[in-house]
């Protein structure tokens, strides 16, 4: 494993080299200041091929969401630039030495991520929110990729009741389920139930072949994918048998009291404004709740009020209770995800307003300017 000292070597050698060079260059005529160089030395126990990526692919990337010229020479990297560029590029490597040390590996969508968190400006450091980890299984570990889905899991810790709104992919149910799991892993619940309205079955679910339980398990199958990722597959019929995981239909919450669990609601933007309250309040003792929904995609039939869309008015001023927000920005699905999503969005806002959809901007890539070591 990395160093986990690597950073800091890492920061204070650029700072040191950049405040070095600033003296050094002479004030163009027009009144730009001259461009400056900051160092960045990378210890030895660090592997370059683990930190600029296969065919220095993860190096392309960086050079090409930094304003700062990058050069790469043996362990060193040089950034050339104005010197709140070259602080920008230098914390983007610091953040990347920084998750390397944590034993993590570097991704494409992990430098773009850190990059993106850094343009936000937040107080806290990209390495330790892609560093949270909840929870392990075969090799693979599930933790929040963006800040407001590391907001989301620190919410469901502090809170009894947390509402994450978002639109598809990012990772409303799954983060929620993985923290169910951990829950039930570490003995603060005794079960989990996961629930989701059957809305697009509506009154015509008696007619559809085969017995309830095959009625409703198409239903429903989003949620066994999503639990099949976190526990043993094996040991899922014996938890489900045993009353220790729950998944079924909204409709079964009614008349019930539920203590010691971990409650999720998923697709709440097809519940009615009685059904989510019929939900919130089977809330028992040593229980917790998450719902999850898009209140962008209602299917409830006869134009007919989502729940989801009217809670926040209803208990925005309720203590532990919270309203978490995912934006496109926070889509971890393929990346086109995120741009479809942004896409709808501006052709709805076109309809509404009567002008067309603006373009997405468009990014020229600089080629990479990888020296010989």
């Not at 160089?37 to 190096?59: F, H, K, N, Q, Y």
């Not at 806290?124 to 899991?153: C, M, W």
């Not at 398990?217 to 094996?234: F, S």
């Amino acid at each position: 494993m990395p160093d986990g000292s690597a950073s800091r070597t890492a920061s204070a050698r650029a700072a040191a080299a950049d405040g070095a060079s600033s003296h050094t260059p002479v004030q163009p005529l027009g009144g730009t200041p001259a461009p400056v160089r900051a160092t960045i030395t990378i210890p030895d126990s660090v592997s370059m091929v683990a930190l600029l990526g296969s065919g220095d692919e993860l190096l392309r990337l960086v050079e090409a969401e930094v304003a700062a010229d990058v050069h790469v020479r043996g362990n060193e990297i040089s950034v050339t630039g104005q010197p709140a560029d070259n602080a920008f590029a230098v914390a983007v490597f610091d953040e990347l030495l920084a998750l390397l040390g944590t034993g993590g590996q570097l991704r494409p969508d992990s430098v773009r991520r850190v990059i993106a968190m850094l343009r936000s400006g937040g107080s806290e450091r990209p390495a330790d929110v892609l560093s949270l980890d909840i929870i392990s299984r075969r090799g693979r570990t599930i933790r929040p990729k963006t800040l407001n889905q590391k907001h989301y899991v620190d919410a469901i810790d502090t809170n009894t009741v947390v509402f994450g709104i978002g639109p598809a992919g990012t990772g409303k149910t799954y983060l929620a389920m993985a923290k169910a799991v951990q829950a039930l892993q570490t003995k603060q619940v005794n079960r989990i139930i996961l629930t989701r309205p059957a809305v697009e079955a509506g009154e015509r679910l008696g007619y559809l072949p085969g017995t309830l339980s095959e009625k409703i398990d198409p239903y429903l199958r989003p949620l066994y994918d999503a639990l099949h990722d976190m526990v043993d597959p094996e040991s899922i019929p014996r938890l489900m048998a045993a009353g220790t995981i729950e998944v079924a239909p909204l409709a079964f919450m009614r008349g019930r009291s539920i203590n010691d669990s971990f409650v999720i609601l998923d697709e709440a933007q097809n519940t009615t404004a009685e059904q989510m309250k019929m939900f919130l309040t089977r809330l028992g003792f040593g229980s917790k709740m998450v719902v999850t929904g898009d209140i962008t995609q209602v299917d409830l039939p006869g134009g007919q009020q989502s729940g989801l869309r009217i809670v926040r008015e209803i208990l925005g001023e309720i203590d532990d209770v919270h309203f978490a927000t995912l934006t496109s920005a926070d889509v971890v699905r393929h990346r086109l995800v995120s741009d479809i999503v942004d896409a709808y969005e501006r052709w709805d806002s076109s309809q509404q307003s009567g002008r067309p959809p603006a373009g997405a901007p468009g990014r020229a890539n600089r080629p990479s300017r990888r020296q010989g070591s």
